[in-house]
């Protein structure tokens, strides 16, 4: 199986970007992983919030393939521990799955047509982050959560 992240702009920060060049070099250790940068959409304050989001939502679903099971980072997701988050990447491992993306959104959510393509939500937590912030915490989830399926010190409980 193989894991894309995909993200909408840039990630301006030098000290979150990083971070996620930390995870980046360690989660291929585990399983083939990239993240997709999406640009930010042009002219975006001429557009209205929906606008934006159907936008985005074109262009996030013209990088999904149909064989793709895609799983939204939502606040209005499912809320797991890593343990329970690693025992979920070990389910689809095993079920055979091609590919399995994760979708951060931009500053308003996703479209209907990304909510209607996706398999699931998962929250990273009841408190609200910065688009960009997410992108490293999750990072650091799936690199702890194959620490934890291969039983390496990193996680501790």
């Known amino acids: 199986m193989k894991i894309s992240l995909i993200v909408i702009g840039k990630t301006d920060e030098a000290y ?18 990239e ?3 999406i640009p930010d959409i042009k002219n975006a304050k001429n557009m209205s919030e929906e606008q934006q989001k159907d936008k985005e939502g074109e262009l996030i679903l013209q990088q999904i393939l149909s064989s793709d099971e895609l799983i ?13 988050f690693a025992r979920f990447l070990e389910k689809k491992m095993l079920s055979g799955i091609k590919r399995l993306v994760f ?5 308003y959510g996703f479209s209907g047509s990304v909510y209607s393509r996706a398999i ?3 929250s990273l937590s009841k ?10 915490i999750f990072a650091e989830q799936l690199y702890r959560a194959f620490t934890i399926l291969k039983g390496e010190p990193y996680h501790h409980q």
């Open 16 to 33: 979150l970007q990083k971070g996620l060049e930390i995870f980046m070099k360690r989660i291929p250790h585990y399983v083939p992983f």
């Open 35 to 37: 993240m997709k940068v």
């Open 72 to 84: 939204l980072l939502d606040e209005n997701g499912l809320e797991a521990s890593s343990v329970d």
């Open 103 to 107: 979708v951060i959104g931009g500053p």
């Open 120 to 122: 699931g939500k998962i």
């Open 127 to 136: 408190m609200t982050f910065s688009h960009q912030m997410v992108r490293l």
